[in-house]
């Protein structure tokens, strides 16, 4: 058969229509690739690096220097790894059942659901090993109910003498920080005034260094303000 003009046309209009089609597909599997891209910088933004706050909205800083890092601890020979915040010393009332929130965004590691206090007897033989000094597993005691944080830096925040976690808190669980993850308590302390330890340590805790060890005074106090964001 003869190809008329009207055939050329046909032909060319065939052409054409397949070119766009697969122009359209191909811009399609570009923009499913964006909007992937797109979702997982998201993602990590979302967990990126952002600074650290204090655990208490509105708190300060300890001033009272048995509340900061490195103060003495004697009756274990060993020495305080972060700070203590108390009714006095924290400038907004301490008060049991006040939340707790997320110094940064991280990962629960560790997570006490089914706390027991120790029972007086218990308690009076735990200080009795410590004496000469307390290894992980004490301080784990001593610190009542915690709650542990991975950051994205590598640095693990811990929460001590909890009341209580945050209903449905779970190991794995993911925090942005600010989110809640607890109320104060007094555990650990066999009664006493409410009160919140909060350590910062560089990797596992009680295995490394904590945060602004070997500082004191004034420069810890510095130091600190600019790491929480308090300048």
Request: charged letters at 20%; hydrophobic letters at 40%; aromatic letters at 10%.
């Amino acid at each position: 058969m003869a190809w008329k003009p009207g055939h050329y046309l046909l032909l060319f209009l065939s052409l054409y229509a397949l070119v766009v089609t697969l122009g359209l597909f191909s811009r399609g599997r570009q923009l499913a690739a964006l909007r992937q891209e797109v979702a997982l910088y998201k993602a990590q933004a979302l967990w990126a690096p952002e600074g650290y706050r204090l655990p208490l909205p509105g708190a300060c800083l300890p001033r009272r220097p048995e509340n900061l890092p490195g103060a003495p601890r004697p009756y274990r020979k060993g020495v305080n790894a972060g700070f203590v915040f108390q009714a006095g010393d924290a400038c907004v009332p301490v008060v049991r059942g006040m939340g707790v929130v997320a110094a940064a965004s991280g990962e629960v590691v560790k997570v006490d659901l089914n706390y027991q206090e120790p029972s007086p007897e218990a308690f009076r033989a735990l200080l009795e090993r410590v004496k000469e000094g307390a290894g992980p597993e004490e301080m784990d005691v001593l610190r009542g109910l915690e709650v542990w944080l991975r950051h994205p830096d590598g640095r693990t925040s811990v929460y001590g003498h909890l009341q209580a976690p945050y209903p449905g808190l779970k190991v794995g669980s993911r925090l942005h920080r600010g989110d809640p993850l607890g109320h104060v308590g007094n555990t650990g302390l066999q009664g006493g005034a409410p009160r919140l330890l909060f350590e910062v340590w560089e990797g596992e805790p009680d295995r490394g260094r904590f945060l602004f060890q070997g500082l004191a005074g004034e420069a810890l106090l510095r130091q600190a303000k600019a790491f929480f964001g308090l300048e």
